[in-house]
């Protein structure tokens, strides 16, 4: 008898140990009591217990508990929320469980409370000169925390401030999308703009309002205003603004724009076309997308080139070999230069030619056929275009080389040139009484030097060989210099 009364005892006694809390109650980690601005997906975590089999988390609107919005049990740490509302503060506490059936107490109840409404980026409130295409910008963070749980954003942007106008346009975009571009907003107009977040069951507030101003004009970049000599096929270029679909530009010589060139370009620069020589030009650009206009870009204006710069021979100079190069200063954009020289002053019975222009090569000319000994020339050229010519460059002199001195170098030298017609080679012998650098140039029946070489000659006989494999079938000068002498022959090139 006493023993079983004794075993019941025992039983009793088991019974009531196992009734008792024997399991540490945990401590809540993240996050922090009282904590702010949390996300509506926030992670609930704490330490672990031993000996714990699973963990109740309880999650109010309330600090009774009375509002629960979750109640959950889990083997983990840390359970992950979902879709709380925003600008809401939450109370969570946890207790542990084991495998007997014991409990810890409840945690102490911490609260947090979730953010109400994001913060903006870019543009700066008050911003000015704004793109038409400008991105507005919202940050991903708020305070130090990444932005999570949010399934979108909704974007609004209106003219005014109350968010009522015609112009007023909402966007959405995902919830990981921080940025929103905008599309052909109107010119010189004052937009204002704000955000807020929103998942399946609720949207935090809007965040605060900001403005910025589209740009309504844009600068002129190049030629500079008042710039003189300008070449013929000037660059116009502007400042380029995104968002702008097309540019118009005018032209023109009257700076009231009375009668201008218009055209319209989709890039920001272009070549002004069909200008005429010693013209001030004024110039202007605006910016245009399907729903608006810019104001016009303050004028500037440039000077057309007068006309060319004689070069070489300088004006004066003597001693000018019979067949010289004449050169002289490039207008780039015309189509070609007229070349005139002739013996007198008046240019009677002048020789005139046209050297066709490339903007690549300093412009220059050559006369094929030899001038007369000791006399003074007197030439000019001027530029041309298919719709205007310049007046004459100023006139330069030269004189050629006396007479008495023209061949008899080369004559003394009894040059000899063969074979003549040549194939792929030409050799050049000479016959000269002391060491000499003789220079040998080859000239095509367009005054283009296809060959300029230097050969050193040695005192007696010499012979050199030219090679001409390079070179096509046809009619060609052959020069040969030194110092003041010259001597000139045909030659023919015939494979």
Request: hydrophobic residues 35%; charged residues 20%.
């Amino acid at each position: 008898m006493k023993r079983s009364l004794f075993a019941i005892i025992l039983i009793f006694a088991a019974f009531a140990i196992m009734a008792q809390d024997r399991i540490d109650t945990p401590e809540l980690v993240n996050p922090s009591n009282a904590d702010d601005d949390q996300m509506p997906d926030v992670m609930l975590d704490w330490n672990a217990v031993a000996a714990a089999l699973n963990y109740q988390v309880q999650l109010s609107e309330d600090a009774d508990f009375n509002t629960i919005v979750l109640d959950s049990t889990t083997d983990l740490t840390s359970v992950k929320t979902n879709q709380l509302k925003f600008g809401t503060e939450y109370f969570w506490r946890v207790k542990a469980n084991d495998i007997y059936g014991g409990t810890s107490y409840w945690t102490p109840v911490w609260s947090f409370t979730t953010f109400s409404t994001v913060n903006l980026d870019k543009p700066n409130d008050g911003a000015d000169e704004q793109d038409p295409d400008v991105t507005l910008k919202w940050k991903n963070k708020v305070s130090s925390v990444m932005i999570s749980g949010v399934d979108y954003f909704d974007i609004q942007i209106d003219t005014t401030n109350a968010f009522n106008s015609s112009q007023f346009a909402e966007f959405t975009t995902g919830g990981s999308t921080f940025n929103k571009p905008m599309d052909q907003l109107l010119f010189g107009v004052t937009y204002y703009w704000h955000v807020r977040a929103r998942h399946a069951t609720d949207a935090s507030d809007w965040s605060i309002t900001r403005s910025f101003t589209v740009l309504d004009i844009f600068s002129l970049k190049k030629p500079n205003d008042g710039v003189t000599d300008q070449d013929l096929n000037v660059q116009l270029r502007w400042e380029d603004v995104s968002g702008i679909k097309k540019y118009d530009y005018q032209v023109d010589n009257d700076e009231d724009f009375s009668s201008p060139d218009s055209y319209v370009t989709d890039t920001f620069k272009v070549i002004a076309q069909e200008l005429k020589f010693g013209i001030t030009y004024y110039w202007r650009a605006r910016g245009r997308h399907d729903f608006d206009t810019t104001l016009w870009a303050e004028p500037r204006h440039f000077t057309t080139w007068v006309t060319v710069e004689p070069e070489s021979p300088g004006n004066g100079a003597d001693s000018v070999v019979l067949k010289p190069k004449l050169e002289w200063s490039q207008i780039k954009g015309v189509n070609s230069y007229e070349v005139s020289y002739a013996p007198n002053e008046n240019f009677t019975d002048a020789f005139t030619d046209f050297q066709p222009a490339d903007d690549d090569i300093n412009p220059y000319y050559y006369i094929l056929y030899d001038l007369d000994e000791g006399t003074t020339y007197y030439w000019r050229v001027r530029a041309c275009t298919a719709i205007d010519t310049s007046i004459w460059s100023e006139v330069y002199t030269f004189t050629t080389i006396p007479a008495a001195g023209i061949d008899e170098y080369f004559s003394r030298a009894e040059v000899s040139i063969y074979p003549n017609p040549a194939t792929t080679e030409v050799n050049i012998e000479m016959n000269i009484s002391e060491p000499a650098d003789i220079e040998f140039s080859l000239i095509d029946l367009a005054g283009q030097t296809l060959m300029d070489k230097v050969f050193s000659f040695t005192g007696g006989n010499n012979s050199k060989t030219i090679d001409l494999s390079n070179l096509t079938n046809g009619i060609y000068l052959l020069r040969m210099n030194k110092g003041q002498y010259s001597y000139s022959r045909k030659l023919i090139i015939k494979n």
